[in-house]
């Protein structure tokens, strides 16, 4: 809304938003003015959907949109449980990834609670559990002051959890094992991996029914050792390198040869595209 105050047609401008890293994770947040079926809300889904994204659409604008505000709140929980020493970072970290992390990789939150209802399903969850939250276990409206003492406790803690791995190191390990996960979703046509076997069938018809027979590649080449950078992407440099070698097998096949340029005439790049595929 505050980006379209002095926009006329406001239903134009959409907010979407993603989760790191993501290259891996397919959700993202679709936030707009308007209907929810409007055409701008179903085009950026069609988008998303052929880049291989799943698109939820929220309802209402929202402070923080629907992820982050799930995450902050068990952010707040958990700083309140390291403010108080009832816990360490790491106690916290494997207490998600050995019990309900695991959960949610493949299930969310009312699926999941609607197998602790049991052949009552989520109805007789919510009956049965519902005396809980007027408990005083949670502190969602409230956090704890991130002073000095607190960030340097967590920050200590944090350093004897995982300080023997570099950041680049945690990324790659963090990226493995998503990778696996959703390699085992997508086995099972399940979840995310659901979403990447719908992307691939897409694609593929893509291929099928769009590259005719006389498509052609020009250049070839194949990416070096000594290209890759730390990403294990080809480097900037060499992305110009390989489109300028491009280009010119374009141009020749155009007819831009000596012949052409002694005329005094050229060509020049208006747009360069890259597509990662």
Known sequence: SELTVKISNKEQILVVHPYNPVYLLPGVEVVGVGDINN????????????????PIILSKEID???????????????????NDDIAKTEDIDELITHTFGLRWSQMGLFETYRLGGGKGGISYFLKQFAPTLSLPWSK???????????????SDQSELQSGKYKIKELQKIRDRNLVGILKTLRRYNWAAGKTINLWEKQFKNLRENKLSSDTFFGYKTK?????????????EFRYLHVISKACDFFLKYIGFNKEYLSTGLSFYTVETHLRHL
């Open 140 to 154: 969602l409206t409230d956090v704890p002051e991130l002073n000095d003492k607190l960030i340097r406790k967590i």
């Open 223 to 235: 990416v070096k050792k000594k290209w890759i950078d730390y990403n294990g992407h080809m480097t």
């Open 39 to 54: 055409r701008y809300k179903q085009k950026a889904m069609k988008v998303l959907k052929s880049l291989g994204m799943k």
């Open 64 to 82: 923080a949109h629907i992820g982050d505000r799930l995450l902050e709140a068990l952010w707040r929980e958990s700083l309140w449980l390291i």
